[in-house]
């Protein structure tokens, strides 16, 4: 019965009024946090939580994306377009911040897991698909110059470049990826990590600032000997 609740109201679920509320009824059946992600396969436009904020004028949402609690996708004067790939998941209190030169976009089958920041001015960020990004992970694409002679808040915005994150890459707790980096396809970065180079395909990379340690090759040749 409750499933049939939930499959009901979420026929009328969106990113209207009347959406939000008939997602808000969806929901008093399911288990909260990651037990709603089944909800997102209800309907093609996916799962808002109600207490999800998104303050953008140009969204682009693929098939059943899921956006939980607390999650805030906010466009500051002039911010370009936030565009979520199929089956995206952002989870609890992600922050996207867009302002002006930014964007962001994340490709299908990648999971933001809990309060994650993407913070996109002067150069967009850009995620792959079937990327992995653990808990209280934070990108920045710009800095703050800091010549002398005048305070930093008072100083502009600078970029080395887009921040790309190719497509299977894993990012463990924590991570903090700075702009102008890539990090490469299948790619692995470890806990704590302040990634301020390019990370190459397949590499596994640790420490501040991050450093190439291994491949994902030789890690898979020690298991095997």
């Known amino acids: 019965m409750s499933d049939m609740w939930a499959r009901f109201w979420m026929r009328f679920a969106g990113r209207s009024r009347v959406g939000r509320v008939a997602t808000r009824l969806a929901t008093w059946t399911c288990p909260p946090y990651k037990g709603r992600r089944q909800l ?3 309907n093609r ?3 808002i939580a109600p207490t999800a904020t998104l303050h953008h004028n140009n969204l682009r949402f693929g098939a059943n994306v899921f ?3 607390g999650v805030v996708i906010y466009q500051d004067r002039s911010g370009g377009p936030v565009e979520l ?3 995206v998941h952002l989870y609890n209190d ?5 302002g002006p030169g ?5 490709g299908a089958d990648t999971h933001i897991q809990p309060r994650c920041q993407f913070t996109s001015y002067e150069a967009p960020i850009q995620i792959g698909a079937g990327v992995q990004i653990a808990p209280q992970c934070a990108f920045y694409s710009y800095d703050h110059s800091f010549d002398q002679g005048e305070l930093i808040s008072r100083q502009p915005l600078r970029t080395k470049g887009p921040i790309i994150i190719d497509d299977d890459a894993w990012l463990g707790v924590g991570v903090i990826v700075l702009s102008g980096v890539r990090i490469g396809q299948g790619a692995v970065v470890g806990a704590g990590a302040v990634v301020t180079t390019d990370v190459p395909a397949g590499a596994i990379a640790v420490g501040q600032p991050a ?4 491949t994902r090759s030789s890690q898979r040749s020690m298991h095997q000997q």
């Open 40 to 42: 997102a396969h209800y």
């Open 102 to 106: 930014g964007s962001l976009s994340i």
């Open 94 to 98: 992600v922050i996207v911040e867009i």
């Open 45 to 47: 436009y996916g799962y």
């Open 67 to 69: 956006v939980g609690d």
């Open 211 to 214: 450093q190439v340690v291994s």
């Open 85 to 87: 790939g199929n089956r």
